[in-house]
C-alpha cells in the first residue's frame, strides 16, 4: 500500500515547527527518520494532511556535555550515538545497547527522539533512559518542560508528550562514582525487536551494589523499572540466596505481557534469566582496558 497525499513542510527553525504544529494541530505529524512513521503511513494506520519534517532543525542535533548532564538532541541518530567518543566516555550503557536495535540501514536514519517520543516497550532507548536516570526535555507553545523518564513512559506506545509538544532532547546526569552497567537481551534473530531485555546500572562495591537501577524492554506493556526488586538488592552483599530472592521479587512484581509467540510467564522466567545475567555482569571485576 502507498501513504495517502500529504502536504510537507522543511522548517529550519524550532519556532517555525511549534508555529506548524500549533496551526495544523492532529492533522499534522513530526517525521523524523521515519523508521516508524513511514510504515505506519503506508499502512494508513496513521493519513496526517501534512508532515513536518525535523531534518533541517539545528536546534534538535548534537550530542555534547553540558554541565553535569550529557544532552542528546532528538534528532541525534542511532548511528551517531553508536559512533561518539562523548557516548562511549560516559555512558557505555548506550554503546551496548545500539547494536541490538535493528540494522545499520535503520540505525542511520532513526533518531533517539523519536524512539523516545514512540516509546514502544520493546524498544532499547526508553529503558536505557530510565535506567540512567534521564529526562526528557520536551517544547510546546507553552515553553520547555523537563520530564523525568520515570514519569514520561505511561502505557503502551503512550507518553507524557502533550499534542503540541515535541521531544527537542534528552539529558543523563553524569554519573558521580564509578558506575557499572549491563545491558542484555533476548530477540528472535539479531536485530528483531527484543522479546525480553534489561537495562541496568548500579555503583558497585566488591559484592555490593548501590543505587541499583534495572529498566525492562520487551517485558510488559511500556517501558518501566522494577522499583521493588532494586529495593530488595539495594546495599546488599550479593550472593545466591540473594539472587534467587531478587527473582522471585521480580516475577512477582514485573507486569508481564503476553505477545504473539510468548505467554507471560515466559516472558517472566526470561526475565529472571535476564536479571541474572545483569547482576553477574554488574558484579564482574573491571577488566583493565
Ligand atoms: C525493520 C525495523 C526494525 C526495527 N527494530 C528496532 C529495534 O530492534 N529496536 C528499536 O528500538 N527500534 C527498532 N526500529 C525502529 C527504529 O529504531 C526507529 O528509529 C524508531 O522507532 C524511531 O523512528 P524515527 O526516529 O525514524 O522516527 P519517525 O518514524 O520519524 O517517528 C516516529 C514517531 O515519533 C514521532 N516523533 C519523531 N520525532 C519526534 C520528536 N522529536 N518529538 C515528538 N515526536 C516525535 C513521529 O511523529 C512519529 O509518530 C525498527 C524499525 C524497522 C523499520
Redesign the pocket.
Same mark, same amino acid.
Request: proline share 0%; hydrophobic share 50%; aromatic share 8%.
Given at each position: 500500500m502507498k501513504a495517502p497525499a500529504f502536504a510537507y513542510a522543511r522548517p529550519k527553525e524550532l519556532t517555525e515547527v511549534l508555529a506548524l504544529m500549533t496551526e495544523h494541530g492532529d492533522n499534522a505529524?513530526?517525521?523524523?527518520?521515519?523508521?516508524? *512513521?513511514?510504515?505506519t503511513l503506508n499502512m494508513r494506520l496513521s493519513e496526517p494532511s501534512l508532515l513536518i519534517d525535523?531534518q533541517a532543525v539545528s536546534a534538535?542535533k548534537g550530542i555534547d556535555v553540558q554541565g553535569q548532564v550529557l544532552r542528546i538532541g &532528538?534528532m541525534s541518530t542511532?548511528t551517531e550515538i553508536e559512533d561518539s567518543a562523548l557516548i562511549a566516555q560516559h555512558f557505555p550503557l548506550l554503546t551496548a545497547a545500539v547494536p541490538? /536495535? &535493528?540494522h545499520r540501514a /535503520?540505525r542511520n536514519? +532513526?533518531?533517539f +527522539?523519536?524512539?523516545i517520543?514512540?516509546g514502544?516497550p520493546?524498544?532499547?532507548?526508553p529503558a536505557c533512559l530510565l535506567a540512567l536516570d534521564g529526562v526528557v526535555v520536551a517544547r510546546g507553545p507553552r515553553g520547555e518542560r523537563r520530564i523525568a523518564a520515570q514519569d514520561f513512559f505511561t502505557g503502551l506506545y503512550s507518553t507524557d508528550?502533550q499534542e503540541d509538544e *515535541? %521531544? %527537542?532532547a534528552c539529558e543523563l546526569p553524569l554519573a558521580k562514582g564509578a558506575q557499572r552497567f549491563a545491558f542484555d537481551e533476548l530477540a528472535r534473530r539479531h536485530?528483531?525487536?527484543?522479546v525480553v531485555g534489561i537495562a541496568a546500572t548500579a555503583q558497585v562495591q566488591g559484592q555490593v551494589l548501590r543505587d541499583v537501577r534495572l529498566a525492562w524492554l520487551g517485558a510488559a506493556a511500556q517501558p518501566l523499572r522494577s522499583t521493588r526488586t532494586e529495593g530488595l538488592l539495594e546495599g546488599q552483599t550479593l550472593n545466591e540466596a540473594l539472587v534467587a530472592q531478587a527473582v522471585q521479587c521480580l516475577k512477582d512484581e514485573l507486569p508481564t505481557e503476553a505477545d504473539l509467540t510468548h505467554s507471560a510467564a515466559t516472558k517472566a522466567h526470561l526475565a529472571g534469566v535476564m536479571l541474572k545475567r545483569a547482576l553477574k555482569t554488574l558484579t564482574q571485576p573491571a577488566t583493565a582496558a
Open positions: 505529524r513530526l517525521l523524523a527518520g521515519g523508521q516508524t *512513521l513511514n510504515a525535523l534538535l &532528538a542511532h541490538h /536495535i &535493528a /535503520i536514519l +532513526g533518531t +527522539g523519536g524512539s517520543a514512540y514502544d520493546a524498544a532499547e532507548w508528550l *515535541l %521531544v %527537542v536485530g528483531d525487536y527484543a
